[in-house]
């Protein structure tokens, strides 16, 4: 008797349910800043690079980057310092000296600011192989 009727919104206009709901659900999202922040947090949570440089055929230099984003002291999904060393690790390559570490930010005294929200950038350098 009443099929195809909306009894409870009779003057809802005949636009597909897909778009009302579309369009509801944009009133009611997250601030673009919020959303944008989640997903670059989100997105950059182990990113890494690693490069060699040969010095001779047998030994030679490395570079060894981590980012890692640190809620609430947990760091996701390693810190950034041991993403940046596992990452040179699984190379294989013989005799990985690290001589050099980097973390930045570094505060100092109140870095524990950085352990409830933050990012950390982790670079290693060393030398590789066997001298000749």
Same mark, same amino acid.
């Given at each position: 008797?009443?099929?195809g009727r909306?009894?409870?919104r009779p003057n809802v206009s005949r636009a597909p349910r897909a778009q009302w709901t579309a369009a509801r659900g944009a009133r009611r999202g997250w601030p673009p800043a919020l959303a944008c922040a989640l997903a670059l947090a989100l997105s950059s949570a182990s990113c890494s690079s690693l490069?060699?440089?040969r010095e001779t055929r047998t %030994? $030679?230099?490395f570079r %060894? %980057? $981590?980012v890692a984003v640190t809620l609430l002291s947990w760091d996701l999904p390693n810190s950034a310092l041991n993403i940046a060393r596992e990452n040179a690790a699984d190379a294989?390559?013989?005799n990985l000296r690290i001589e050099r570490t980097r973390v930045f930010p570094d505060l100092g005294p109140v870095d524990w600011l950085l352990d409830i929200v933050g990012v950390r950038y982790a670079r290693i350098s060393g030398t590789w192989g066997s001298a000749e």
């Open positions: 008797m009443f099929a909306m009894l409870h490069s060699f440089e %030994s $030679g230099t %060894s %980057s $981590g294989r390559v013989a």
